[in-house]
């Protein structure tokens, strides 16, 4: 038994230092909020290495004061739990919402002056609640952990998994399941829906409010901006296309794209039904609540800019006070978005294939390839990596008229980049992954850990993804695609 003032003791020497803005703000945009009482807290895993980067000692913490600080039974030293209040529009449809299982404990300043949310999801419930229990099961928040880690590795703007622990309590699904809280580490958690929230309350002076909090945050070099309002439009469509760009880039599927899923900060955020795509098929989807395919891969850029125009329609206020004009202005920033996602995306799909100048048939020769792996079912992620080595890609998947005609087309271009081909190489090997979490191995990590406390099997993977661009004997296990994935579903773990 641990008393509470040694978990005090403890707490303060762990090295947080919060600044809370957030809870400066008024009082609409958020609801203090309690965690609920965790039982048994029992620590699951904790990212030792991210903890370094953050200035936060846990190795000094006995297990038992990192399960009760990680399951918000002590608080850390001036944090401050609040929820936050948004909206959005899920699947299309608009709800308001808030953190109905997030609790914020408030923001932590990191030793290079960084400020970051930290916040326990899956901490019981708030005002924001509805009808859920604000509580979150082992599985999907260990999934979490490992898809956001990995995100991490592969150089993707996204939020970060500090800690699991299993609370001891009971939480019920289909089943019932092993309690948890994902302590998660975020860039900030405004949303396209927190300023959705503030449009649909027809605040306009408390959405200027948000709005210069966000610039302030996250786009300070246009505090001084002429035009700041338009420019951080702009801003957050640059992050956002580029951040498209780069799930497609290695074939991630967000799962579930609703506004409030897209951060300000333009990191990748909420990892629900989110999964990698092995066979390259534009329609893929996993999630299992996705029955039309909105968010399938070959969605989800346009899918961006749909929410774009939803983020666009809450500024208009602040964009001119002609609503007429407002909404040109809106729309002519907003019609540049395909050709900035284009760009971030044809840069990227340039350095995969090892160009480092740019010639106009480049994106005819990417489809080329991309549309040979579509009627071949070839696996995207081990495509690009059996085409970033000297020797022409071995497998009788390639042994086919139509690849090698492709092969030779790019061989020539390559030839005429002006640099030597192990140079392209190199540079291929650090943007085209050799491991990537592939569903089947996420789902054997995750079962060994839910199913009979063995972590094992997780850490294994997770040190795999921690270098994803280094191909060993080690990561060779967690290389192949699984035999088939047609049936394959995910799921919200809500
Ligand atoms: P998500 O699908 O995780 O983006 O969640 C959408 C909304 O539902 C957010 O407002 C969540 O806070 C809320 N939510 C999800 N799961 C729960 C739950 N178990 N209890 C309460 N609210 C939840
Ligand atoms: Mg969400």
Redesign the pocket.
């Known amino acids: 038994m641990i008393t509470q003032t040694a978990l005090i003791a403890d707490r303060d020497t762990v090295g947080w230092r919060f600044d809370n803005t957030y809870s400066r703000l008024p009082d609409i945009f958020f609801a203090p909020a309690k965690p609920a009482t965790a039982r048994a807290p029992r620590v699951s895993i904790l990212n030792h290495r991210l903890a370094d980067e953050l200035g936060l000692d846990l190795g000094a913490m006995s297990p038992e004061v990192a399960a009760a600080l990680f399951a918000g039974q002590a608080l850390p030293a001036g944090s401050q739990p609040i929820a936050q209040a948004?909206a959005?529009h899920?699947f299309g449809g608009f709800t308001m919402?808030?953190?109905?299982?997030?609790i914020l404990l408030g923001e932590h300043r990191t030793p290079s002056g960084r400020l970051v949310d930290i916040q326990l999801k899956g901490a019981g419930?708030t005002r924001?609640?509805?009808s859920?229990?604000?509580?979150?099961a082992l599985g999907p928040m260990l999934r979490e952990y490992v898809i956001s880690e990995a995100m991490s590795a592969l150089g993707i703007p996204t939020t970060r998994s500090l800690a699991v622990v299993t609370t001891g309590e009971r939480v019920y699904r289909e089943s019932a399941l092993r309690g948890a809280i994902l302590t998660r580490v975020a860039a900030s958690h405004l949303r396209v829906g927190t300023f959705q929230y503030l449009a649909t309350r027809q605040d306009p002076s408390n959405l200027r409010v948000l709005a210069d909090y966000a610039i302030a945050r996250h786009y300070p070099e246009l505090i001084d901006a002429p035009r700041k309002y338009l420019e951080f439009f702009r801003a957050v469509m640059d992050r956002q296309a580029s951040l498209i760009a780069r799930w497609q880039l290695v074939g991630f599927i967000h799962g579930?794209m609703?506004t409030?899923?897209m951060a300000i900060s333009g990191e990748t955020i909420?990892y629900?039904p989110c999964a990698f795509m092995n066979a390259y098929r534009p329609d893929t989807v996993f999630s299992s609540i996705d029955h039309a395919g909105r968010y399938a891969y070959g969605n989800q850029p346009a899918i961006a800019q749909w929410n774009l125009a939803r983020f666009a329609e809450t500024l208009l206020p602040l964009l001119d006070s002609d609503q007429e004009k407002a909404i040109a202005i809106a729309s002519e920033a907003l019609g540049e978005y395909p050709a900035l996602f284009e760009r971030h995306w044809l840069a990227g799909m340039r350095k995969k294939l090892g160009l480092q100048t740019g010639e106009a048939d480049d994106v005819e020769l990417i489809r080329s390839l991309l549309d040979w792996m579509q009627e071949s079912r070839a696996d995207f992620t081990n495509t690009f990596r059996d085409l970033s080595s000297e020797e022409p890609p071995a497998g009788d998947r390639y042994q086919v008229p139509n690849f090698q005609a492709w092969y030779s087309r790019w061989r020539l271009r390559l030839s005429r980049d002006g640099r030597p081909s192990t140079a392209a190489y190199a540079v291929m090997r650090t943007v085209n992954p050799a491991v990537i979490p592939r569903n089947h191995r996420v789902e054997e990590a995750l079962s060994a850990a839910e199913g009979h406390d063995d972590l094992s099997v997780l850490h294994r993977l997770l040190a795999a993804l921690a270098s994803p661009f280094e191909a060993g004997a080690e990561s060779a296990q967690y290389q192949d695609p699984p035999l088939d994935d047609c049936n394959y579903r995910t799921f919200?773990g809500?």
């Open positions: 948004y959005g899920q919402l808030g953190d109905g299982r997030a419930p924001f609640s509805r859920g229990d604000g509580l979150a579930v609703n409030d899923n909420d629900g919200c809500t």
